[in-house]
């Protein structure tokens, strides 16, 4: 098929007209622009620019106009500035002149001026002068408050002033109201008569020096009033300006009597207070029915904590002072029935926001005691089994001062809410059917409410020994029944997938676990009775949480970390029973190293038996953990320190038996079995170690030479590591502290020859242990001449030669960089 025109000429036909209308288009756009600017400037009507011929295709594109200063800005704000100047002028006559003229001069300037400023916004509205007449309705706005101000002085000087405003206020919002109503362009006459609707009942409640109760009245009549205006009112302004009133004046009103109600110590004293509640809390659902949905939420929530402070006040005055929140509690709870009223959604959520708020505000309240409760116990280090203290739970946890009265019903609060949480969660579907929709939570709502369950039910059980005043044996019972059922809900959580439960369950039962330790260290049959309960629970929740595999990769690492915390709280667990027994046993600290160490050589078993299980690494390494404490009750002594060490080598070296951990434990159970060496010798006076650990270090050595002959892609490391290690450490810890030169020279000599070998034979381990140590023998022969020599040269030499270094080093820094890196890759390289 032939295109006609071809396709090249006819892609350019359509660039040429695609630009003619580009162009054409930027034309119109400038003759819309000139018109709009010349129908905002008053005036005789501009000349009109030159219409600009049509250019030929790609043609220069015309340039937009550049826009110039916009005369109805600079209008109004020369309008503003006039009026301002007018309202002063206006002002100083007023209070200055006004005395200088006849009761007629006086009547005849404000009314013709007041008139005048009134009749003119009409005229000039119909000339479509807007601007001009709302600074001139401004003027008279203010106009008529000086008048009336001139009709107080001129008709009733000797009366009450607050009075006076009040009728007057009244009077100038009607008269604007109307006036705004009348003259339907101007903006400003009806949000100013709402703002003037404000003040009558006020000033009329301060003229009669009226109670707080009758200032609550007025303003929340007001604030009814202001409702009305922002539900029915004309205009945005008026809207705007009366919910903001309404803000103001209601929470006000509120403020008021919610002050007054909780005063009252009498029902009869908070019923008024209570009733002036309620009828704001009614204001407030009248205007959520009608208003966009942020307001109607915020309604609800006011008018849900208004009805819950009404109620609450009255039955507050009859309950003893520490009873007063769970009052509060179930009025709040009690609110949420209001779900069901035909208040629309968003008025009912702010009902449901309502009772979260005051719930979370008696949850704050109960706080105070189950911190004490949880770091009271801490004080219980400085007297490990000193005897049940004085006070029973309470002294045990260090609160005895507390106000308990007033506190007493914080395990109350605690349990309640975690009850309705705990019932929440588990007939949600139920809830929200009950809820209608009113209530549209995602899933996430519902993994929260059940995390929150598990934590204030521990809460409240935790804090209830001392708030009931139990004793000590008991409170530990409680607490350690306690942990146990906590674990059981976060292993029950985690088998089920219930990660949320199980994670806030777990958190939960290892801080309860802490605390009852703590709490049991009071006497000895309780600390080997709650640490062998917690070693029995902490590892039946590690086997049962072994074989728990979900198949999902969030939970299943939830599952591993709980169960590897179980595992090694388990162990940890076993060495404080340990270290108990040693301190039953009467023995000294160094000799009850030994008994420590049947933690680890269990573990060491456990771990054998156990094999590829996923708990066995957990295990393990808590065992080998638990030999640290060990090594430290030995330190005292340095023959006890060598021979545990030693057992942690023996115990290390079973562990390397396996394949599995032998590149780690092969490793960890040679360096320990040298530190024994090395210990015991310097326990031992030894002052020449070479005597000892040559011997080593030949055979060692020649076992070394047998296995890289049988085996030579073997490790330098793994053939003379050892061998090396045995005899360089030690002489260089002695020839650091020896003031002769044969023993610094000889290591010097032994570690230069060792050093070319690795060199000559490209074997790592000689290199880097005989530089090392030649290295480290030059430094301590050098140090003291190097001392002389800083301390000879003057102060500024040092930094001089440091600044040189270090201008060096960044002249060659790629250079240096590039040896850096040869050096470490032609060590990798080697054997």
Known sequence: MEHLPPPAEELALLDRELAGLDLRRSQLLHRRAWLLNALRTPGPPMAAPPAPAFAAPFAAPVRPPVAGVRTGGAQNVLLTLGGLLLTVAA??????????????????????????????????????????????????????????????????????????????????????????????????????????????LLLWACAERADALVFSAALLATAALDCAIAVWGKGVAVRVTACAALCATGGAGLLIALARSLAADAPSGAVLPGALLLAGAAIALSGARRAPAAAAVAGGLVAGLAAVAAVGAVVVAVVPGGWVVPVY????????????????????????????????????????????SLVGPVSQLGRVWAGAPQGGARGAVGATGLPWTELGAAPVILLVV?????????????????????????????????????VLGWAG???????????HPVAVTVQLVLVVGVFAVAVGGLRRGATGVALTASVCGAVGAVDVALLSLTSERATYAVFGALLVLCAAAAVALDASVTGSPGPDRVVAAVRAVAACAAVGCAVVLTVACGASLGLAAHRAAPLVLTVPASTVLLGARLKARAVALPVELAGGAAAVPAVGLAVGDMPSLALVLSLCAVLAACTALRAERRPVAGYLATALFLAAAWVRLSASGVSSPEAYTLPVSVAALVIGVLRRRRDPAASSWTAYGAGLAVTLVPSLVTAWADPHWLRPLLLGAAALVITLAGARWRLQALLVLGGAALALDAVHELAPYVVQVAGALPRWVAPALAGLVLLAVGATYEKRLRDARRLRNALGRMR
């Open 418 to 454: 975690a009850g309705a949480l705990a019932a929440a969660y588990r007939w949600w579907e139920d809830v929200l059917r009950w809820a209608g929709p009113v209530l549209s939570p995602g899933p996430s709502v519902r993994g929260a409410v059940g995390a929150g369950a598990p």
């Open 91 to 200: 002002i100083a006559f007023t209070l200055v002149s006004w005395g200088q003229m006849g009761i007629s001069g006086r009547t005849a300037v404000l009314a013709t001026v007041t008139l005048a400023a009134l009749i003119a916004p009409a005229v000039l509205l119909r000339r479509g002068l807007s601007s001009t007449a709302e600074a001139l309705a401004a003027l008279a706005s203010v106009l008529m408050v000086l008048d009336a101000f001139a009709l107080h002085e001129l008709a009733a000087p000797g009366t009450g002033g607050l009075g006076f405003a009040a009728t007057a206020s009244a009077v100038l919002s009607v008269l604007w109201a109307a006036y705004g109503l009348l003259l339907g362009g101007l903006r400003l006459p009806l949000p100013a008569s709402v703002l003037g609707a404000q003040l009558p």
């Open 461 to 471: 059980i935790t804090v209830l020994p001392a708030a009931l005043d139990v004793s």
């Open 329 to 372: 509690l179930l009025c709040g709870g009690a609110l949420l029935a209001g779900v069901r009223a035909p208040l629309g959604r968003p008025a009912g959520q702010g009902l449901v926001w309502a009772s979260g708020a005051v719930t979370a505000g008696s949850v704050l309240f109960s706080l105070p005691p189950v911190a004490v």
